[in-house]
């Protein structure tokens, strides 16, 4: 089983700063088969990014993702007030699929 | 427009079963991969199940293996998840997840709102 870190579990910010997430897997992750979800309280998870790096449909540009092997980071370029919420790294490439902890960006 | 709508959830005492359905609406249920994901309150998400397109391959978590089943009925677009034995540590919101493309190692780019399991006595 891939276990998936992530740090900081939380990240205190302010609207129009950058966030810098990361994820590290405790073994290679497939054909960089790793994504990032949001998930706001309340709601469902949301794709953000898969393959590492690809947005996914509708995701602005200020979402980035990039990271390859065990190590991989999402970035928010400016945050924006619909952005605090909680983000998820997943492997999908093998079973059992796993997901990270979580890191929380909330306001500062 | 896609949609997922799950139901069944409740509240259940340990020992006893649930069944949970994933109505799908809104593209080619048939086409994809369907998959489980539970969220324990105030906790991350937690893979549950997954089953291919055509319901010829089915994968578990190690928490539910030989308590839970998978299925799908493509004819009703509709997703299940046969939960037995239920025990405290099952509470959790269920979601079900649809895969991005028709295979099951592939991100799950749609989710349904969930619906609430609690196993309490």
Not at chain 1, 12 to 34: D, F, I, K, W
Not at chain 1, 48 to 60: C, K, M, V, W
Not at chain 2, 103 to 119: C, L, S, Y
Request: glycine share 10%.
């Amino acid at each position: 089983e891939t276990v998936l870190t992530q740090s900081p579990g939380t990240l205190s910010l302010s609207p129009g700063e950058r966030a810098t997430l990361s994820c590290r897997a405790s073994q290679s992750v497939n054909s960089n088969y790793l994504a990032w979800y949001q998930q706001i309280p309340g709601q469902a998870p949301r794709l953000l990014i898969y393959g590492a790096s690809s947005r996914a449909t509708g995701i602005p540009d200020r979402f980035s993702g990039s990271g390859s092997g065990t190590d991989f980071t999402l970035t928010i370029s400016r945050l924006e007030p619909e952005d605090f919420a909680v983000y998820y790294c997943q492997q999908y490439g093998s079973s059992p699929w796993t997901f990270g902890q979580g890191t929380k960006v909330e306001i500062k | 427009q896609v949609q997922l709508v799950e139901s069944g959830g409740g509240v259940v005492q340990p020992g006893t079963s649930l069944r949970l359905s994933c109505a799908a609406s809104g593209f080619s249920f048939s086409s994809y991969g369907m998959h489980w994901v539970r969220q324990a309150p105030g906790k991350g998400l937690e893979w549950v199940a997954v089953i291919s397109y055509d319901g010829s391959k089915k994968y578990y978590a190690d928490s539910v293996k030989g308590r839970f089943t998978i299925s799908r009925d493509n004819s009703k677009n509709t997703l299940f998840l046969q939960m037995n034995s239920l025990r405290p540590e099952d509470t959790a919101v269920y979601y079900c997840a649809k895969t991005r493309g028709g295979n099951i190692a592939d991100v799950f780019d749609m989710w349904g709102q969930g619906t609430r399991v609690t196993v309490s006595s």
